[in-house]
T-cell receptor, first 114, second 114 residues
Framework: DTAVSQTPKYLVTQMGNDKSIKCEQNLGHDTMYWYKQDSKKFLKIMFSYNNKELIINETVPNRFSPKSPDKAHLNLHINSLELGDSAVYFC?????????????FGPGTRLLVL | AQSVAQPEDQVNVAEGNPLTVKCTYSVSGNPYLFWYVQYPNRGLQFLLKYITGDNLVKGSYGFEAEFNKSQTSFHLKKPSALVSDSALYFCAVGAKAAGNKLTFGGGTRVLVKP
């Protein structure tokens, strides 16, 4: 069974469109994260939720809006997509969000904005 | 602010030879240090971590890392590299002073040649 899953795996879209990426974890964890990996493979945190509450919100454009309907799901909605949004987006989870906890990553969603 | 440096973009090693991937960090307080590996078109997989205790940490697939507080380093090592170890390796640091945030290094690509 997949511990952290993301849909879709690939997403190709036009500039200006709105799209969503979904993430689900079946590990029973309380904390979930969104990371962005750019073309140079640099990985940076975007958001973190603990039991549906936003706890980390990095300097991300307002066009990005995370939503957590329950602690097993964390979705990412992106409005007015721009070329620079092209990247791989990873979801991750940890038991309770402590900095010493191992993060479990999903397989990634490859977004290409044309 | 915490940071991680991986000084080598790529490490080339012959199969059967020792492999070392370097990592240095900067953090306030006691660090929690991690190594993750990313295979092509996959998510990050946990290899090992240092939380406290023994400075030498053993992890998955025969990898180990040594925490050196005076040199603020956490180098990843494997005594005998395999072709299948070819991947992208990330060092990461967390600390209570930085909240729930994990900061990743830029990654080091390892190429093991037969």
């Amino acid at each position: 069974d997949t511990a952290v899953s993301q849909t879709p795996k690939y997403l190709v879209t036009q500039m200006g469109n709105d799209k969503s990426i979904k993430c689900e974890q079946n590990l029973g964890h309380d904390t979930m994260y969104w990371y962005k990996q750019d073309s140079k493979k640099f990985l940076k945190i975007m958001f973190s939720y603990n039991n549906k509450e936003l706890i980390i919100n990095e300097t991300v454009p307002n066009r990005f809006s995370p939503k957590s309907p329950d602690k097993a799901h964390l979705n990412l909605h992106i409005n007015s997509l721009e070329l620079g949004d092209s990247a791989v987006y990873f979801c991750a989870s940890t038991p309770s969000g402590g900095p010493q906890e191992t993060q479990y990553f999903g397989p990634g969603t490859r977004l290409l904005v044309l | 602010a915490q940071s991680v440096a991986q000084p080598e973009d790529q490490v080339n090693v012959a199969e059967g030879n020792p492999l070392t991937v370097k990592c240095t960090y900067s953090v306030s307080g006691n660090p929690y240090l991690f190594w993750y590996v990313q295979y092509p078109n996959r998510g990050l997989q946990f290899l090992l971590k240092y939380i406290t205790g023994d400075n030498l940490v053993k992890g998955s697939y025969g990898f180990e890392a040594e925490f050196n507080k005076s040199q603020t380093s956490f180098h990843l090592k494997k005594p005998s590299a395999l072709v299948s170890d070819s991947a992208l390796y990330f060092c990461a640091v967390g600390a209570k002073a930085a909240g729930n945030k994990l900061t990743f290094g830029g990654g080091t690509r390892v190429l093991v040649k037969p």
